[in-house]
């Protein structure tokens, strides 16, 4: 497809499911990126892949979310024994150069809304 | 660290009314700044960007320039149409700040016919 797509769109999880969130970058794009957005509010940084490798993982809220590109192309953000402040909008973009230079755009996926009851 | 705060919505305008949104910046060093647009039922979209001071970034009618010395970024647009009816995001990345993007926390614009 041309653009980024996220699946699925929408999951309902129980408390202390394991969830998993899957983004399909542009063909190329470099740079992936992940955030969680709450309702009402900007999109929060959670990590950054350059490639294959997480180079920023420092918005990850706690050891419960995980993720990994492993052959730089799809990702996947896991989210392990979710608790009912995981429910957001989790967001997916890439970008086709390296993220810290002049700032290329960012194109970004639909989102997965996680709900947790 | 770096923050964005940018005005609190929603704002209403009538069609062809003018349009500013104020955003402001704190970051270490020389960021880029962008406009991010979310419409209704779509995903962020870039909008607009300007990579250094003094620079006007432009799409669509929108403007926004890159002032060093107020650290600001506000998005201006000079008749604003019933379809700009979507919501608005003020962004910085810098290049000393890693590989973050900061957002700010949006602004929803109504225009009305």
């Known amino acids: 497809g041309a653009g980024v797509s996220q699946s699925p769109r929408y999951k309902v999880a129980k408390r202390g499911q394991d969830v998993a969130l899957r983004c399909d970058p542009i063909s190329g794009h470099v740079s992936l990126f992940w955030y969680q957005q709450a309702l009402g509010q900007g999109p929060e940084f959670l990590t950054y892949?350059?490639?294959?490798?997480?180079?920023?993982k420092s918005g990850l809220p706690s050891d419960r979310f995980f993720a990994e590109r492993p052959e730089g192309s799809v990702s996947t953000l896991k989210i392990q024994r979710t608790q009912q402040e995981d429910s957001a909008v989790y967001l997916c973009?890439?970008?086709?150069?390296?993220?810290?230079?002049?700032?290329?755009?960012?194109?970004f996926g639909p989102g997965t809304r996680l709900t947790v009851l | 660290g770096n923050s964005v705060t940018q005005m609190e919505g929603p704002v209403t305008l009538s069609e062809e009314a003018f349009l500013t949104i104020n955003c402001t910046y704190t970051a270490t060093g020389y960021p880029s700044l962008f406009w991010y647009v979310q419409y209704p039922g779509e995903g962020l979209q870039l909008l607009l960007k300007a990579t250094k001071a003094d620079d006007k970034g432009s799409n669509k009618g929108f403007e926004a320039t890159y002032r060093k010395e107020t650290t600001s970024f506000h998005l201006e647009k000079g008749s604003v149409q019933v379809s700009d009816s979507a919501v608005y995001f003020c962004?910085?990345?810098?290049?000393?700040?890693?590989?973050?993007?900061?957002f700010g926390a949006g602004t929803r614009l109504f225009v009305k016919a």
């Open positions: 973009a890439s970008s086709l150069e390296i993220a810290g230079g002049e700032g290329d755009e960012q194109f």
């Open positions: 892949f350059q490639n294959e490798a997480q180079l920023d």
């Open positions: 962004a910085l990345s810098g290049r000393t700040g890693g590989f973050k993007t900061i």
